[in-house]
């Protein structure tokens, strides 16, 4: 019994981290601070990242001009990336922080809808990365970088 209990804890977060993989790779439906209905399906044939950010977060702050380069480089041919803030206070802050960092690609406001179409997580930041058919191929908590990226764009073609 006793070792029944240390394996099922050994067990628990492969399981949980299996679990959110499948749940996440179903769809989401969301939409940005501009209004913009953004739906996983519409995305077919391009690479879709999801970025969870926060505005206080300093490796969150460090990847985003990765992010937009990444953005402004392929959004027309095979990447679209979606940043969603969570743990603001408001709005207006959002879009603040936005200019200043000359965010070009949507961002959601993020709550515990999204964090149940996507994927839970209590990392900051943290990506989803999508393929072309759609699925969830990769879950990197932690900065991304643009050559990080390109590196799975590459290798998953």
Same mark, same amino acid.
């Given at each position: 019994? +006793? ?10 977060? @492969?399981l ?13 439906? =969301? ?12 995305y ?16 969150? =702050? ?11 480089? +392929?959004k ?9 803030a ?15 960092? @000359? ?39 932690? =900065?991304?970088t ?8 590459? +290798?998953?073609?």
């Amino acid at each position: 019994m +006793r070792y029944k209990k240390l394996f099922l804890l050994l067990l628990m977060p @492969l399981l949980f981290s299996l679990h959110s993989i499948a749940f996440a790779a179903n769809s989401f439906d =969301l939409k940005d601070m501009a209004g913009k209905k953004h739906v996983l399906s519409q995305y077919k044939g391009k690479w879709v990242v999801v970025n969870y950010w926060a505005t206080w977060c300093p490796p969150c =702050l460090e990847e985003v001009p990765d992010l937009v380069a990444l953005y402004d480089s +392929r959004k027309n041919k095979d990447v679209m990336v979606i940043g969603v803030a969570f743990d603001y206070q408001n709005a207006k802050e959002v879009s603040q922080y936005v200019d200043d960092m @000359l965010m070009s690609y949507p961002i959601v406001l993020g709550d515990d809808d999204t964090m149940r179409q996507i994927g839970f997580t209590d990392v900051l930041p943290t990506s989803y990365i999508y393929n072309p058919r759609g699925d969830l191929i990769k879950i990197k908590h932690g =900065l991304v970088t643009k050559q990080y990226l390109d590196s799975i764009l590459v +290798r998953e073609k």
